[in-house]
C-alpha cells in the first residue's frame, strides 16, 4: 500500500465531508503555493467552502465525526469575527482553516478552481491567477514572496491581463491605488529571474 503524505491524508478526509455539503470548495495558501510555484515550508492546510446549506454548526458536527476537532472554544462567535472554522486533523496533527466563502470574488474563485490529483486525492485548488492575486492582495512579506514563486514558476502560462483585471478591481472596491503596481513589481522580478 503506497504511503501518502499528512496534507493528502486531511484532503482525502476533507473531500469525503464536503462531498455532503454541495462539494464546493478549492485548496489555497501554502499547499496551493506548493503546487504552483515552488516547495515551502508549512505547517497548515486552508481551504475555502460555500456551504450548502450555510450551516456552521451542522457542518462542525460533520467535521468533527471524520476526525477534525475545533481549535477553538466558542465557534460560533469565532465565525462571525473571521469567517474562519479552525479544525485540528486528528490524524495526522495538521491544522486545518475553512474559510466560509462570501459573494463576489470567492465565488469567482469557487468557478475557476482547477481539479489536481494530489496523491491520488482529486482536490479542487485556487487558479494560479487568483493565488497570485490573494497574495498581492494580502500584501505581507510571506505573502510577496508567494506571488514571485507562483510568477517565476508559471510565468509562460499564467494569464497576466486575467491577474491584472482582477486587481484592478479590487482597487476599485477597495479604493485603493497600490495592487497593480505592486503586482507589476513582482512580474518584473520573475521576468529578470529567467533572464
Same mark, same amino acid.
Given at each position: 500500500?503506497? =504511503?501518502?503524505?499528512? +496534507?493528502? !491524508? ?9 462531498? @455532503? #455539503?454541495?462539494?464546493? #470548495? ?9 503546487? #504552483?510555484? &515552488?516547495?515551502? *515550508? ?24 471524520? @476526525?477534525? =476537532? ?24 495538521? +491544522?486545518?482553516?475553512?474559510?466560509? /466563502?462570501? +459573494?463576489? *470574488? ?8 482547477? !481539479? ?11 487558479? +494560479? ?23 517565476? /514558476? ?9 491577474? &491584472?483585471?482582477? *486587481? ?17 513589481? !513582482?512580474?518584473? #522580478?520573475?521576468? &529578470? !529571474?529567467?533572464?
Amino acid at each position: 500500500m503506497r =504511503q501518502t503524505t499528512a +496534507p493528502a !491524508q486531511l484532503l482525502a478526509a476533507v473531500r469525503d465531508v464536503l462531498a @455532503g #455539503w454541495g462539494d464546493r #470548495w478549492y485548496l489555497f495558501g501554502a499547499q496551493a503555493v506548493i503546487l #504552483w510555484g &515552488r516547495p515551502r *515550508l508549512t505547517a497548515d492546510v486552508d481551504i475555502t467552502v460555500r456551504l450548502e446549506p450555510e450551516d456552521a454548526r451542522g457542518f462542525c458536527a460533520d467535521m468533527e465525526g471524520a @476526525g477534525f =476537532q475545533l481549535r477553538v472554544s466558542d465557534p460560533e462567535s469565532f465565525l462571525a469575527r473571521t469567517r474562519v472554522l479552525p479544525f485540528l486533523h486528528q490524524p495526522t496533527q495538521l +491544522p486545518l482553516d475553512v474559510v466560509l /466563502a462570501g +459573494p463576489g *470574488l470567492e465565488e469567482q474563485f469557487l468557478q475557476r478552481a482547477v !481539479q489536481v490529483d494530489i496523491e491520488g486525492v482529486a482536490v479542487p485548488v485556487i487558479a +494560479p491567477e487568483d493565488l497570485v492575486v490573494m497574495k498581492i492582495l494580502a500584501g505581507r512579506p510571506k505573502d510577496i514572496e508567494d506571488a514571485r514563486s507562483v510568477l517565476a /514558476a508559471r510565468m509562460q502560462t499564467l494569464d497576466r491581463e486575467r491577474i &491584472r483585471a482582477t *486587481l484592478s478591481v479590487l482597487e476599485q472596491a477597495l479604493s485603493r491605488s497600490d495592487l497593480l503596481p505592486l503586482f507589476e513589481a !513582482q512580474h518584473a #522580478w520573475a521576468i &529578470r !529571474q529567467r533572464e
